[in-house]
């Protein structure tokens, strides 16, 4: 028998405000047909004056924890995916635990922005195989609509502001491919892209918040190239095949890409979760996002297998696969 990370429930918040691409292009030299063309997108939910990063994760924690039939206090961590905390310290995820009155155990929050989901629940789950915790709500929460530079019609029409929550839990199992929960994650970094995704701020560089910079191009031809090897090596640790793959639920920079690794997966796109037409890119909420999304509408059963990838700033990127 082994300790395996069993997916509980899943929980998602988006911000009540829509702000469509016909919106955008009457105060940006842009246009519905460019946006949608090029990326899938046609809108994207925006945060209110106020609302911060962590209200979004605590409303995506609630209504995980709540369909779980669990409160704060039965959570041993929490960790959350995020690139726009609500301070520079400390974590969000603390402010998470104090308003779930959660007052045992730790959190803590991960930094690999749009990657960030994978990697949080990479860490969610060695704390779990190490014994170190049992319970770990993990979340991937933004508002990148505040690190967004509004005038940049290159950057600002690609990203939207979300939340999406995963509890997971340790329980003993034969630990086969056959068996529901995480069977792997795989995370890989390459710090010598930095300067083609990056925000142009930070406390110790500048003392600024600053703004989101990308060469979307090359960053493009990256992420096809370093997904498609994410994926590879999930399978190859496994022992499975594309054919095993029930869904892909991956991060939603741009459908062009996920309609790629669809294609690579040899799976017809309406196997892919798509979310990106009303959502946009989330960054570190994407994933979560999309996997409450077809949880609810009954796409993803027990027992399918998930395929979970990610690429972002760094860069970074990873892949998991989970047994739902
Ligand atoms: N509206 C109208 N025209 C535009 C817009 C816009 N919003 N933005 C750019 N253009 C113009 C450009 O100026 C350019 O014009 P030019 O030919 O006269 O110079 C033309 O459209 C083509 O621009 P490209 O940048 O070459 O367009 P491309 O086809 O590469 O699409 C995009 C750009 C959508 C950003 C794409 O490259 C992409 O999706 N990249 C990947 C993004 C990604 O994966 N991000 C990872 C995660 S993000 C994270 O970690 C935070």
């Known amino acids: 028998m082994t300790i395996r990370s069993i997916a509980l429930a899943c929980g998602s918040y988006l911000p009540d405000h829509i702000l469509t691409n016909a919106e955008l292009a009457k105060k940006l030299n842009t246009s519905d047909d460019w946006i949608r063309k090029r990326t899938g997108i046609a809108q994207r939910h925006l945060a209110a004056d106020g609302e911060t990063t962590s209200d979004l994760a605590l409303k995506a924690a609630n ?11 039965d959570l041993d961590a929490i960790v959350v995916a995020t690139a726009t905390p609500d301070h520079t310290f400390p974590a969000t995820a603390t402010k998470v635990q104090a308003a779930l009155g959660m007052t045992k155990g730790f959190a803590l929050d991960v930094q690999a922005v749009c990657s960030g989901f994978v990697y949080a629940l990479s860490v969610a789950d060695n704390f779990i195989k190490s014994g170190q915790a049992k319970r770990v709500l993990v979340i ?30 340790a329980q003993d199992q034969p630990g086969q491919s056959s068996d529901r929960g995480l069977l792997s994650t795989h995370l890989f970094s390459d710090g010598r892209h930095h300067d083609l995704l990056y925000v142009d701020g930070g406390p110790s560089k500048t003392q600024t918040v600053g703004h989101l910079r990308m060469e979307g191009k090359e960053v493009f031809r990256h992420a096809v190239k370093n997904l498609a090897n994410a994926i590879d090596e ?20 741009n459908v062009r890409i996920v309609e790629a690794m669809a294609k690579k997966l040899n799976l017809p796109i309406e196997k892919a979760i798509v979310t990106i037409e009303r959502h946009a890119n989330t960054s570190a909420a994407s994933i979560p996002l999309a996997l409450n999304e077809a949880v609810e509408d009954g796409r993803i059963q027990p027992g399918q297998l998930l395929l979970l990838e ?8 990873g892949s998991a696969l989970l047994r739902w």
Do not use: Y
Not at 234 to 253: F, R, Y
């Open 140 to 169: 991937g929460a933004e508002t990148f609509s505040r690190i967004l530079d509004w005038e940049d019609r290159t950057t600002c029409v690609l990203f939207g502001d979300g939340a999406g929550a995963l509890l997971l839990e």
């Open 310 to 317: 990610a690429m972002g700033g760094g860069f970074t990127w």
């Open 234 to 253: 999930a399978l190859a640790a496994n022992a499975l095949s594309d054919q095993d793959v029930d869904w892909l639920v991956p991060h939603q920079a």
């Open 63 to 73: 209504q995980t924890l709540e369909r779980a039939g669990l409160t704060g206090k």
